[in-house]
């Protein structure tokens, strides 16, 4: 494996070489915030979107702003260039810091952020051979923290869902909470049904996705019908079709619910061509 140049507080870094205290208070606390870029062709997509959305994460959790948010793009481009990385992502994380010793409460404002990134290449990123044939997906209980909207590190239970979609020889899981799909546990989710896409509207419950706000978007210039609402996992079974929208997967088609097949089994339309217009319209406008 190529050694990669890494970011650290500052310093461009080997990744052998990289190192942060074990007083982190994302380490011990789970007390910091991140953003996935991806890159195509070189190239920074949504990079404004991601750059707003963490400054929206650290004021919700009354972060400090670090000084280096004005520098975040001359870093991005620059891990990308360095590693050469072609198709991939850009893994960004802030946290509180490390004041010195383990406390439940805020250290001083004034303590350090760590800020770290690191670039993951993703050959082919674009033309991911899964969304050809789609995803499969099982319902597990949304058992998170209420403030999902928040882009935190606390991603243990994102896992576990990942694990037991795993283990049930499927690709991903979807939370659900009452009764109601509220996201995938890295992705937001959707259905179709009669041509209309259906989403669950923007609130503390679910993440404020980039891509999703892209892809809703798009949808709508392409004058497709879109409705923001809740929808229940009987609803979804009974779709025509369903999809994910993340950073790295773009819009990923959903095959199958909790063993029922959408439609004929096979990525939908609506889903295959809001692939085709994101990537489409993202590489447009990539910096």
Same mark, same amino acid.
């Given at each position: 494996?190529?050694?990669?140049?890494?970011?650290?507080?500052?310093?461009?870094?080997?990744e052998?070489?990289?190192?942060?205290?074990?007083?982190?208070?994302?380490?011990?606390?789970?007390?910091?915030?991140?953003?996935?870029?991806?890159?195509?062709?070189?190239?920074?997509?949504?990079?404004?979107? %991601?750059n707003?959305?963490? #400054?929206?994460?650290?004021?919700?959790?009354?972060?400090? %702003?670090?000084?280096?948010?004005?520098?975040?793009?001359?870093? %991005?481009r620059?891990?990308?260039?360095?590693?050469?990385i072609?198709?991939?992502?850009?893994?960004?994380?802030?946290?509180?810091?490390?004041?010195?010793?383990?406390?439940?409460?805020?250290?001083d404002?004034?303590?350090?952020?760590?800020?770290?990134?690191?670039?993951?290449?993703?050959?082919?990123?674009?033309?991911?051979?899964?969304?050809?044939?789609?995803?499969?997906?099982?319902?597990?209980?949304?058992?998170?923290?209420?403030?999902?909207?928040?882009?935190?590190?606390?991603?243990?239970?994102?896992s576990?869902? #990942?694990m037991?979609?795993?283990? !049930?020889?499927?690709?991903? !899981?979807?939370?659900?909470?009452?009764?109601?799909?509220?996201?995938?546990?890295?992705?937001?989710?959707?259905?179709?049904?009669?041509?209309?896409?259906?989403?669950?509207?923007?609130?503390?419950?679910?993440l404020?996705?980039?891509?999703?706000?892209?892809?809703?978007?798009?949808?709508?210039?392409?004058?497709?019908?879109?409705?923001?609402?809740?929808?229940?996992?009987?609803?979804?079974?009974?779709a025509?079709? !369903?999809?994910?929208?993340?950073?790295?997967a773009?819009?990923?088609?959903?095959?199958?619910?909790?063993?029922?097949?959408?439609?004929?089994?096979?990525?939908?339309?609506?889903?295959?061509?809001?692939?085709?217009?994101?990537?489409?319209?993202?590489?447009?406008?990539?910096?």
């Amino acid at each position: 494996m190529t050694m990669r140049t890494v970011y650290v507080n500052g310093d461009y870094l080997p990744e052998n070489e990289a190192k942060i205290s074990i007083f982190d208070r994302a380490f011990l606390m789970g007390d910091g915030v991140y953003e996935v870029t991806s890159v195509l062709g070189g190239k920074l997509i949504d990079f404004e979107g %991601h750059n707003r959305r963490l #400054k929206r994460s650290l004021d919700e959790l009354d972060m400090p %702003h670090p000084a280096v948010l004005d520098d975040l793009l001359d870093i %991005h481009r620059e891990l990308v260039r360095v590693n050469e990385i072609e198709d991939g992502l850009v893994y960004l994380q802030i946290t509180r810091g490390a004041p010195g010793d383990r406390d439940f409460a805020y250290p001083d404002p004034d303590t350090p952020p760590t800020v770290v990134l690191f670039t993951q290449s993703k050959p082919g990123l674009a033309d991911n051979p899964v969304a050809k044939k789609g995803i499969k997906i099982i319902t597990v209980e949304d058992l998170r923290w209420g403030r999902r909207d928040i882009k935190t590190t606390q991603l243990l239970y994102p896992s576990m869902g #990942k694990m037991m979609a795993k283990k !049930a020889g499927c690709d991903d !899981a979807w939370m659900v909470q009452d009764g109601f799909v509220t996201e995938g546990t890295s992705n937001n989710a959707y259905i179709v049904k009669d041509g209309k896409i259906i989403t669950r509207a923007l609130s503390n419950d679910i993440l404020h996705g980039i891509t999703r706000a892209a892809v809703l978007r798009f949808a709508e210039e392409a004058q497709m019908q879109v409705e923001e609402r809740n929808f229940s996992v009987e609803e979804a079974k009974d779709a025509d079709e !369903a999809f994910v929208t993340s950073a790295s997967a773009f819009v990923m088609p959903v095959v199958e619910i909790d063993g029922v097949a959408l439609g004929d089994g096979t990525p939908g339309a609506v889903a295959t061509r809001l692939r085709e217009i994101y990537i489409e319209e993202s590489r447009k406008v990539a910096v």
